[in-house]
Nanobody
Framework: VQLQASGGGLVQPGGSLRLSCAVS????????KGWYRQAPGKQRELVAT???????NYADSVKGRFTISRDTAKNTVDLQMNSLKPEDTAVYYC?????WGQGTQVTVSS
């Protein structure tokens, strides 16, 4: 079983990034699928989740800026992040059930 996250990096405030999580086929249909983040000195928090049926859920802090999606052909769970703010800086983790990806760093700074 494997979740492999990619797409993090350094971006200026107001910029965009797209994270992608490649998921093992054996667990891809487990719900929910989600992204979490952990900033330095803070607890890990939910960013967004999506079900196989397409139902989504977002943290209030990212509503209207982030979009979670899943690609059933590629077995990926993606997070499009727009209008990024410095407070979005964190390590982002993809998650399905009890399985976690390795995390990818997102830094929003000028």
């Amino acid at each position: 079983v494997q979740l492999q996250a990619s797409g993090g990096g350094l971006v200026q405030p107001g910029g965009s990034l797209r994270l992608s999580c490649a998921v093992s086929r054996s667990i891809f249909n487990i719900n929910p699928k989600g992204w979490y983040r952990q900033a330095p000195g803070k607890q890990r928090e939910l960013v967004a989740t999506i079900t196989s049926g397409g139902t989504t859920n977002y943290a209030d802090s990212v509503k209207g800026r982030f979009t979670i999606s899943r690609d059933t052909a590629k077995n990926t769970v993606d997070l499009q992040m727009n209008s990024l703010k410095p407070e979005d800086t964190a390590v982002y983790y993809c998650n399905i059930f009890r399985f976690w990806g390795q995390g990818t760093q997102v830094t929003v700074s000028s």
